[in-house]
């Protein structure tokens, strides 16, 4: 089984100021990680992807994320904020041993970004 | 072009009637999905097509009835819906097994159902 956590339902944090979305993740195996963004009344929109190599993934926006086997994380972070940034940000996971035709996700629970002037 | 279109953006109707979700991408995606969002909420997964056959269906009731006519359409037939049935429904593509088990999945901008 496999299984995501947002600890945070909401994050604030002042423009300019460096953001952290926390996310933890639980797979049988090695995981596949996923962070999307979305805007009210919008689809999901897809940032970035650990997959493998280097834990430190780049993404859209100025979006990254940090893989960290030991701890079982994936946090998204962002140098400074913006206003725009204020979404609904969702981290995915997928188990390596998930070997079927298509991928299926599991999303956590979602953390509500508000960035403040 | 990492595109998906969903028409319409908005439908409202009646527990009697019948309604279809149309969703189509042209980025030669073999994956589809269905997933039902409730307000601030994670998408469930609903279907799943894999090269036009249906690959998962999350024991979702048959009042929910999907249709993959070819690699760039998939459809959502509605019959006899709940009020709880009310949500924002998303479709997403991927490249399926041409993407590995990496596969990232792109999602359109929904439907928001309102069923009365």
């Known amino acids: 089984a496999q299984s995501v956590a947002q600890p945070e339902d909401q994050v604030n944090v002042a423009e300019g100021n460096p953001l952290t979305v926390k996310c933890t993740y639980s797979?049988?195996?090695?995981?596949?990680l996923f962070w999307y963004v979305q805007y009210p009344n919008r689809g999901l929109q897809f940032l970035l992807k650990?997959?493998?190599?280097?834990?430190l993934v780049k993404g859209s926006y100025g979006f990254e994320a940090e893989f960290n086997k030991s701890q079982t994380s994936f946090h998204l972070k962002k140098p400074s904020a913006l206003v725009s940034d204020s979404a609904l940000y969702f981290c995915?996971?997928?188990?390596?041993?998930?070997?079927?035709?298509?991928?299926?996700?599991?999303f956590g629970t979602g953390t509500r970004l508000q960035v403040t002037l | 072009d990492t595109e998906v279109t969903q028409t319409p953006k908005h439908l409202v109707m009646g527990m009697t009637n019948k309604k279809s979700l149309k969703c189509e991408q042209h980025?030669?995606?073999?994956?589809m999905y269905w997933y039902k969002q409730k307000a601030k909420k994670p998408p469930e997964l609903m279907f799943v097509y894999s090269y036009e056959k249906l690959s998962i269906n999350e024991s979702v009731p048959s009042r929910f009835s999907p249709e993959c006519p070819n690699s760039s359409l998939l459809n959502l037939h509605l019959h006899a819906l709940q009020p709880e049935d009310s949500a924002l429904y998303l479709c997403?593509?991927?490249?399926?097994?041409?993407?590995?088990?990496?596969?990232?999945?792109?999602f359109g901008p929904g439907t928001r159902l309102t069923v009365l």
């Open positions: 995915a996971v997928r188990d390596r041993k998930n070997t079927g035709t298509a991928s299926k996700l599991t």
């Open positions: 797979v049988s195996g090695n995981p596949y």
């Open positions: 997403a593509s991927s490249k399926g097994l041409a993407g590995g088990p990496g596969d990232t999945q792109y």
């Open positions: 650990y997959i493998t190599g280097d834990n």
């Open positions: 980025m030669g995606h073999r994956a």
